[in-house]
Nanobody, 129 residues
Framework: QVQLVESGGGLVQAGGSLTLSCVAS????????LGWFRQAPGKERVFVAA????????YYADSVKGRFTTSKDNANNTGYLQMNDLTSADTAVYYC??????????????????????WGKGTLVTVSS
């Protein structure tokens, strides 16, 4: 079974940066889109960013455009979410998910949320002021 493990979360001051990693074990990510989602306490899980299966196209939620960058390293079976200029609104548990052959935009669709191939267990990002 493929297992996704996120890492890189932690406590960071507002204006700071963090880079999250999502390592896929038991398989390769070359044919999978890699998406990032987050969920704050009492809120629904929402889309953040995604890299398409082709590792070229990207799609971002409006709330993170210009601040977050997602990438995928197929050779190392790892996805990344680089987060800059963090604010308290970015505090949440961040999850990665994969779906074979999906485009970056497809990963943002609500009906895709329940059709992911794999989900990680999440990593907590806390932004303090």
């Amino acid at each position: 079974q493929v297992q996704l493990v996120e890492s890189g979360g932690g406590l960071v001051q507002a204006g700071g940066s963090l880079t999250l990693s999502c390592v896929a074990s038991g398989g390769t990510v070359g044919t999978y889109a890699l998406g990032w989602f987050r969920q704050a306490p009492g809120k629904e899980r929402v889309f953040v960013a995604a890299k398409g299966w082709d590792s070229r196209t990207s799609y971002y939620a409006d709330s993170v455009k210009g601040r977050f960058t997602t990438s995928k390293d197929n050779a190392n079976n790892t996805g990344y979410l680089q987060m800059n200029d963090l604010t308290s609104a970015d505090t949440a548990v961040y999850y990665c998910a994969t779906k074979r052959w999906a485009t970056a935009q497809t990963m943002a669709l609500t009906n895709t949320r329940s059709r992911m191939d794999y989900w990680g267990k999440g990593t907590l990002v806390t932004v303090s002021s």
